[in-house]
């Protein structure tokens, strides 16, 4: 089978893509040819993989040439993350809409020229959840919870989940949005997202540096490591169209932390020094994001499908520091345990 | 001030040109000039207002010229149907989604210009709604019900919601997005609307022609007289901010009728002559658009508005026989009284 990741580069695309490689087949089918697209060229281990094949560029440069090629599976995970898309609105609706919009077109033209309906999952996330004053906003939110997004990156993300319902429904595409929970520990600096410090508060101190929390410690929200979260979305591809149930998003799992569990838990792993490592500072900007996100989520069609989330947060913690062993630049990542 | 009526050709859209006209003002301010736009042009007692300036062709086409030119209200009305967006994948996506995006668009570049912000209406519909297997259904769909559409039209009405919603919060519009129910009874002919039976059951027999109802008389769904429903979208314009409640679109008033009710509606109206003009012979594409069709609404935030539904079906088929009265041809749209 050939299948597609877009944003193949970023962490969480390189990520599923070295999962699949590893397990070297995908619904039954063996996986012969993956194409990562991305801005940023996919990790060097990636690239020298035979089966995979890197083309590095903005995706809606891409588009066109995809109308003729013909995927088994496609993994959209491209995506501006939610803190560029409030600082610049033409780049969240470029890169989130219109890139996702033109993806579908090029597949549909795929099934129009009578080519295969490609199996599409798509990266939703819990940041199209939030508060409006019109509606009531349950303190966990649910796969079947009214969405009124309250930023440009959630709003585009359910504009792409009805896009690819509608899709599925004409025939066009097997789409399945899955929402993903803020994905926690995220190795490597902090990036625009306005969620990055949910990881760099645990990130840094574990490297032996001070971290800002920008929130305060009551903030909560709903939590998955990596490893669940590309669980998850292996999951959602290998469902039947009979477990995804209907067409409408589903949540991933999440575990509901406030920022001061995951400290605690980070105490009980690392020690009170290394927790010591964190300083409150109120950044107004990415506080005023965070409070109109969700303080937690359910997940319970995922559920059905087997997945759950984690116990407790020092778990979390735990295989993080376990992905930090594996990797050459250990005593970096993992400078603090030393402390 | 200067209003822009998109679709403003169209019955719904001449009708409220008309009303605003003859109101002179809207929000207490003066109406000094009004321009429609539609792919065919208004009726000529638009035409010959001073105040009215009619351009004609596609909205996709006029949007770039709209960057430049300043607007105090819009009332976006401009769409293509159902039955045409099932049949014509590419035409709904371009003319209720593109021409919705490249309009707020040039309103965000007069915003960025330094220009005012525009009040904007968007007609969105009860077509947003709809059965899905993951989400319960209610019997009766409120403002927060989630919408989860069955229809391109109704996908494509709901992201327009959720974009008006996401420039209102960044400051580009000042956007409120009403959804009608299904208008009744409409004058004219039939058009692509899979609703458009829901007149044609009584204006046809009205008119004494036979007419073909293509569902069961148990179909229930929710409706508004035009009369109603221009009401309805210029109170949605008037409100404030404050009346308006939050950025989500709310539901307009519509009663809650059967097929069954408005025949016996028809036969007190007109009597049993006329309502054995109707027969049904179900079609089964417009009977399968419509099963998934919500069978009633409610409208709690209108209704704080002040807006209500009709008390009986009997009263909206009498207004359609006033309006009818009014114009040059009621000897002929109102033939089947005399039967």
Same mark, same amino acid.
């Given at each position: 089978m050939k299948l597609l990741i877009t944003g193949g580069g970023g962490f969480l695309g390189a990520r599923l893509a070295r999962t699949l490689l590893a397990r070297g087949t995908l619904d039954g089918q063996r996986i012969e040819r993956m194409v990562l697209t991305d801005i940023a060229p996919p990790p060097a281990d990636l690239v020298a993989d035979p089966r995979v094949e890197a083309r590095t560029g903005a995706l809606l440069t891409q588009t066109e040439a995809l109308k003729t090629e013909a995927f088994d599976g496609v993994f959209h995970l491209a995506s501006a993350v939610s803190g560029e898309c409030e600082a610049d609105f033409d780049l969240g609706l470029r890169s989130n809409l219109d890139s996702t919009r033109a993806l579908l077109d090029a597949l549909r033209a795929n099934v129009n020229a009578g080519g295969k309906v490609t199996r599409f999952v798509f990266s939703s996330s819990v940041a199209v959840f939030g508060p409006d004053p019109a509606v009531p906003f349950p303190k966990l939110v649910a796969d079947d919870t009214l969405p009124t997004p309250q930023t440009s990156y959630?709003?585009?993300?359910?504009?792409?989940?009805?896009?690819?319902?509608?899709?599925?429904?004409? &025939?066009?595409?097997?789409?399945?949005?899955? $929402?993903?929970?803020?994905?926690?520990?995220?190795?490597?600096? =902090?990036?625009?997202?306005?969620?990055?410090?949910?990881? &760099?508060?645990? $990130?840094?101190?574990?490297?032996?540096?001070?971290?800002?929390?920008?929130?305060?410690?009551?903030?909560?929200?709903?939590?998955?490591? =990596?490893? $669940?979260?590309?669980?998850?979305?292996?999951?959602?591809?290998?469902?039947?169209?009979?477990?995804?149930?209907?067409?409408?998003?589903?949540?991933? =799992?999440?575990?509901?932390?406030?920022?001061?569990?995951?400290?605690?838990?980070?105490?009980?792993?690392?020690?009170?020094?290394?927790?010591?490592?964190?300083?409150?500072?109120?950044?107004?900007?990415?506080? &005023?994001?965070?409070?109109?996100?969700?303080?937690?989520?359910?997940?319970? $069609?995922? &559920?059905?499908?087997?997945?759950?989330?984690?116990?407790?947060?020092a778990d979390i913690i735990r295989l993080y520091i376990e992905d930090c062993k594996a990797q050459p630049n250990a005593n970096q990542t993992l400078k603090g345990l030393s402390l």
């Amino acid at each position: 089978m050939k299948l597609l990741i877009t944003g193949g580069g970023g962490f969480l695309g390189a990520r599923l893509a070295r999962t699949l490689l590893a397990r070297g087949t995908l619904d039954g089918q063996r996986i012969e040819r993956m194409v990562l697209t991305d801005i940023a060229p996919p990790p060097a281990d990636l690239v020298a993989d035979p089966r995979v094949e890197a083309r590095t560029g903005a995706l809606l440069t891409q588009t066109e040439a995809l109308k003729t090629e013909a995927f088994d599976g496609v993994f959209h995970l491209a995506s501006a993350v939610s803190g560029e898309c409030e600082a610049d609105f033409d780049l969240g609706l470029r890169s989130n809409l219109d890139s996702t919009r033109a993806l579908l077109d090029a597949l549909r033209a795929n099934v129009n020229a009578g080519g295969k309906v490609t199996r599409f999952v798509f990266s939703s996330s819990v940041a199209v959840f939030g508060p409006d004053p019109a509606v009531p906003f349950p303190k966990l939110v649910a796969d079947d919870t009214l969405p009124t997004p309250q930023t440009s990156y959630g709003t585009q993300k359910l504009i792409c989940e009805h896009l690819i319902a509608d899709y599925t429904r004409k &025939g066009y595409l097997d789409g399945r949005a899955a $929402r993903l929970m803020t994905v926690t520990v995220r190795p490597g600096k =902090p990036n625009g997202a306005a969620s990055s410090f949910f990881s &760099g508060i645990i $990130r840094e101190p574990l490297a032996g540096v001070e971290s800002i929390c920008p929130v305060s410690p009551d903030v909560s929200h709903p939590m998955a490591s =990596p490893t $669940r979260t590309v669980e998850g979305l292996i999951a959602v591809y290998e469902a039947t169209r009979e477990a995804f149930v209907g067409r409408t998003a589903l949540n991933l =799992p999440g575990l509901n932390v406030r920022v001061a569990d995951m400290l605690d838990a980070l105490e009980e792993v690392a020690g009170p020094k290394v927790r010591a490592l964190v300083r409150f500072e109120r950044d107004e900007r990415v506080a &005023g994001i965070v409070a109109n996100w969700p303080s937690g989520a359910t997940a319970v $069609r995922a &559920g059905k499908l087997g997945l759950h989330p984690h116990d407790n947060f020092a778990d979390i913690i735990r295989l993080y520091i376990e992905d930090c062993k594996a990797q050459p630049n250990a005593n970096q990542t993992l400078k603090g345990l030393s402390l």
